[in-house]
Nanobody
Framework: QVQLVESGGGLVQPGGSLRLSCAAS????????MGWYRQAPGKQRELVAT???????NYADSVKGRFTISRDNAKNTVYLQMNSLKPEDTAVYYC???????????????WGQGTQVTVSS
């Protein structure tokens, strides 16, 4: 069993900053990658950023230059520093984990419960 504990969401004014954290624990043999997706009301879930074990990073075009993803391998934790926030960044942000549960598994994906980020004046 895998657990993802997310924290850091909340209400912020336009131009402000927030930092999200997501800690993974449980039956994880090896982490492939971690990342963040978001889903706004009435819209599909979309990629925000991912980071793999080699520290290779991928960002959505809409957040490049404003958001920074990082990872602490020792703590199995991924962070998302969000700066210059805009109202259109308002969404539920979901942490995701790509991992191997044992040496023979094909790989799995697990989702966190989500944390609300609201950007409003």
């Amino acid at each position: 069993q895998v657990q993802l504990v997310e924290s850091g969401g909340g209400l912020v004014q336009p131009g402000g900053s927030l930092r999200l954290s997501c800690a993974a624990s449980g039956s994880i043999f090896r982490i492939i990658a971690m990342g963040w997706y978001r889903q706004a009301p009435g819209k599909q879930r979309e990629l925000v950023a991912t980071i793999n074990s080699g520290q290779s990073i991928n960002y959505a075009d809409s957040v490049k230059g404003r958001f920074t993803i990082s990872r602490d391998n020792a703590k199995n934790t991924v962070y998302l520093q969000m700066n210059s926030l805009k109202p259109e960044d308002t969404a539920v942000y979901y942490c995701t984990l790509y991992y191997y549960s044992d040496y023979a598994s094909p790989g799995d994906q697990y989702w966190g419960q989500g944390t609300q980020v609201t950007v409003s004046s």
